[in-house]
Nanobody, 123 residues
Framework: QVQLVESGGGLVQAGGSLRLSCVAS????????MAWFRQAPGKEREFVAA????????YYADSVQGRFTISRDNAKNTVSLQMNSLKPEDTAVYYC????????????????WGQGTQVTVSS
């Protein structure tokens, strides 16, 4: 299975930007669709964005559409999440996952999660 390590989180004021990265190792990275999820304190984990194995298809939660951009660089075994116009409600631990896209729906791989990176957005 692929192993994933997230980085790039931090503290930022509302309206600011952060770029998260997820570096993969193990099984061939380019064969997986990739996604970002987040979990805020006391809340359920929620889907943020996904990208197909080729990078040709991207999907976003309504709450981040127009503000976040997911991308991947298969040569560097990396998937990124550019987050602009950050809001306090974006505060969460962000996780990446290596899974699959079926009929425009992302299917997570329970054995392919990273450790997470904390994003905190102040008012």
């Amino acid at each position: 299975q692929v192993q994933l390590v997230e980085s790039g989180g931090g503290l930022v004021q509302a309206g600011g930007s952060l770029r998260l990265s997820c570096v993969a190792s193990g099984r061939t990275f380019s064969r997986y669709a990739m996604a970002w999820f987040r979990q805020a304190p006391g809340k359920e984990r929620e889907f943020v964005a996904a990208i197909s194995w080729s990078g040709g298809e991207t999907y976003y939660a309504d709450s981040v559409q127009g503000r976040f951009t997911i991308s991947r660089d298969n040569a560097k075994n990396t998937v990124s999440l550019q987050m602009n116009s950050l809001k306090p409600e974006d505060t969460a631990v962000y996780y990446c996952n290596a899974g699959a896209l079926k009929s425009d729906t992302y299917s997570e791989n329970p054995r392919a999660w990273g450790q997470g990176t904390q994003v905190t957005v102040s008012s």
